[in-house]
């Protein structure tokens, strides 16, 4: 079965940055894609990016563009979201996403809170 853990999510100020980690675990095959996705109060589940299994391919919400980079190491079976000069709106709880032969796996949620 595959799991996700969720690790980086905090309090920060405006303007700072977090790194959020995910670690995958209960597969072995290279072939798969992971993202990120967020969930603000009230709002439905988004896509914030995403990442092909070679890592060349990578899609971002407009958001955030030019903020946050997303990235994966496949010998540990992670992916990271670096998330720079962030914003009050990008307070929500982010979702560690992974789809493996047309299965899709979450993972439990990550909280950023980002306020003064």
């Known amino acids: 079965q595959v799991q996700l853990v969720e690790s980086g999510g905090g309090l920060v100020q405006p303007g700072g940055s977090l790194r959020l980690s995910c670690t995958a675990s209960?597969?072995?095959?290279?072939?798969?894609?992971m993202g990120w996705y967020i969930q603000a109060p009230g709002k439905e589940r988004e896509l914030v990016a995403v990442?092909?299994?070679?890592?060349?391919?990578?899609r971002y919400a407009d958001s955030v563009k030019g903020r946050f980079t997303v990235f994966r190491d496949d010998a540990q079976k992670t992916i990271d979201l670096e998330m720079n000069n962030l914003k009050p709106e990008d307070t929500a709880v982010y979702y560690c996403?992974?789809?493996?032969?047309?299965?899709?796996?979450w993972g439990q949620g990550t909280q950023v809170t980002v306020t003064s």
């Open positions: 209960g597969f072995t095959s290279s072939s798969y894609a």
């Open positions: 996403w992974l789809a493996l032969r047309n299965k899709e796996t």
């Open positions: 990442i092909s299994s070679t890592g060349g391919s990578t």
